[in-house]
């Protein structure tokens, strides 16, 4: 009953990349996915999207389907590794230079994307994102579980990546990342990781392997990625967010080592291991 548009979003080749079998993540060495186009529960070679309601409004939901099963969750369904050993899948959420906050509705059926809400009113930032955000398939911050060194639990959501390519993506898009680093941010008391990701057609991608690459090439990125999460909410009255790590940027493999973290996690949640806390998680 909704007027509804559509857009595609290649997922380029990727298959049915087969969700780990082991109890976690064994690492970007051995973590290679398998294709499966009969495993269930995994996104088709293409998926496209299907907006419900009006762009700019609380109606608005950006549906994920699959060619061949229909209606999924871009959380739960699209897979989190590929076909390639040190690349993972990342959904943008809020394409590079617009305001508009963004995000999957975790709590609702299939995950759609929506605008945020607060006080009644949608949510946009005070100025642009000047990079690509979105998270993570099939990874999960815990909130009932404190990090052991920072002393703060998860946001409850998937896990935060910022891509640092010069392309905007499209909402919805599903793009091959390698990851590069991260930020321990803590907002509000919680732990909000920001892993930093280039896409892999990237013009910059040849050149960006690890953190180390990105601060000797672009020195001005971690900077400014850091202090643009500090600093966003403070036009609303907010305090300034804070980061774990003394502010510096988490290398590669402790990135990854987040990443493997939160699969976990996001593993335990679906068996049930872990309280949903009202957390749309599908039938699996």
């Given amino acids: 009953g909704h007027a509804a548009s559509r857009a595609v979003v290649g997922l380029r080749d990727v298959g049915c990349a087969q969700q780990a079998r082991s109890a976690g993540w064994r690492g970007p ?10 495993h269930a529960g995994c996104a088709a070679e293409r998926v496209h999207t299907e907006v419900h309601g009006q762009q700019g409004s609380k109606s608005f939901r950006r549906f994920f389907h699959d060619s061949s ?13 590929t076909d390639a050993e040190d690349e993972l899948y990342m959904v943008t959420e809020i394409p590079k230079l617009t305001k508009a906050k963004m995000e999957i509705a975790t709590k609702e059926p299939f ?22 955000y979105g998270f993570f398939p099939q990874t999960w911050e815990d909130p009932s579980i404190s990090h052991p060194d920072l002393g703060f639990a998860g946001d409850n959501d998937p896990l935060d990546v910022v891509e640092i390519g010069s392309k905007p993506k499209a909402q919805g898009e599903v793009s091959r990342v390698v990851v590069l680093g991260g930020l321990a941010m803590i907002d509000s008391g ?43 909410k403070f036009p609303d009255g907010k305090p300034l967010n804070s980061f774990g790590l003394d502010g510096h940027a988490m290398n590669r493999s402790q990135a990854l080592a987040v990443v493997e ?6 593993r335990r949640l679906r068996s049930g291991d872990a309280a949903r806390k009202g957390l749309w998680i599908g039938s699996h």
């Fill in 111 to 132: 995950n759609p994307i929506a605008q945020d809400i607060k006080s009644g009113k949608l949510r946009e930032y005070h100025g642009p994102i000047f990079w690509n």
């Fill in 261 to 266: 973290e939160t699969h976990k996690a996001w």
């Fill in 190 to 232: 919680e732990l909000d990781w920001k892993i930093i990701a280039v896409d892999t057609e990237d013009e910059q991608a040849a050149e960006l392997r690890n953190i180390e690459d990105l601060e000797a090439k672009m020195p001005e990125v971690v900077f400014g990625i850091r202090e643009w999460f500090r600093w966003y």
């Fill in 29 to 38: 060495a051995t973590a290679r996915a398998v294709v499966d186009h009969h």
């Fill in 69 to 81: 099963t229909g209606m999924i969750s871009p959380w739960h369904d699209i897979p989190l590794f």
